[in-house]
């Protein structure tokens, strides 16, 4: 039975290992800029506090035109929608 408590936790403690290296097409470039894990620089905003949603929407209103033309605007035309909810899955997932 400890050997299997033991094994669990090996196991949850290499999640996050795994995770980082089955990460969508384009989704590790989104930390350059953004820190997921922290605060961004500048005037880039961070995605560490937003939700799979809230960067899908972000993401697709991008798409769209929407807001101030950024270089994000022309990033997220470079994905489908369902890519696109791939890595925002992703960033969330990674925290």
Partial sequence: MRRLAILAC???AATPIVHAAE?????????????PRGGASGG????AAKSADE?????LAYQA???EPTVMNRIAKGFTEP???????????GR
């Fill in 23 to 35: 990460a969508p097409p384009g989704a590790s470039a989104c930390s350059g800029c953004h820190a």
């Fill in 44 to 47: 880039i905003p961070p995605i």
């Fill in 65 to 67: 035109g929407e807001g």
């Fill in 83 to 93: 890519e696109i909810r791939a890595i925002a899955a992703w960033l969330v997932a």
């Fill in 55 to 59: 960067i899908t929407a972000t993401m």
């Fill in 10 to 12: 090996v196991m949850v």
